[in-house]
């Protein structure tokens, strides 16, 4: 395995967890965003109240990516395993 291979593994690595990991992030991040402008507006400091929504909008929108989330990173991984032989050259 050649330095740039190795580094081209990575970047495309780096690529998939950004890619992964970002809808669930902006959508706890916006969530979060909302609930806390509530929380500022009301007066109301409850901690539980910022972490049910974000936490419930999270796994809501898990479900509905799961398909796509999984097939991404089955593709990723039967790339790698793919590019097995070149590596060991």
Known sequence: MTPDYSLELLQKLMSQII??????????????????????????????LS???????????????????LRSIMDFTVGIFERIPQMVR
């Open 19 to 48: 890619t992964v990991a970002t809808p669930l992030l902006l959508t706890a991040m916006f969530v979060g965003l909302i609930v806390s402008l509530l929380q500022a507006v009301t007066s109301i400091q409850e901690q539980t």
């Open 51 to 69: 972490f049910v929504p974000k936490a419930l909008a999270v796994v809501g929108l898990l479900f509905l990516i799961l398909p796509w989330l």
